[in-house]
């Protein structure tokens, strides 16, 4: 299945790459100077973005933008998570594509 998901990253021109965590990892507020998308290819994780005041959590087949700047942390679910990548130049989503997409 994440061969369909980096397929259809990749129809977009993004080229992801491939990471995962294990159960209940963290990852502490930061940012990036690029935009980023993600794509949950197995389990889930949540992300808080403290500059929105949201939480967001991402199970399989389900895809987070992040804007350049947005301060994010995140936790993995209970199950560990692998997520398809890909980053692209600050500014580059559209205005509509924005934080959380919910499926594609």
Known sequence: MAD??????????LDASDWSNGPG???????????KVLVATSGSITFQLTDIGRDVMLNEGERLNLPAG???????????????????PAGSLPAGQ????KGW
């Open 4 to 13: 369909d998901f980096e397929e259809r990253l990749a129809a977009e021109g």
């Open 25 to 35: 990892d963290t990852y502490v507020s930061h940012s990036h100077a690029y935009d």
């Open 70 to 88: 947005t301060s994010h942390g995140a936790t993995v679910g209970p199950d560990g998570v692998r997520c398809l990548e890909a980053h692209l």
């Open 98 to 101: 924005r934080h959380f997409t």
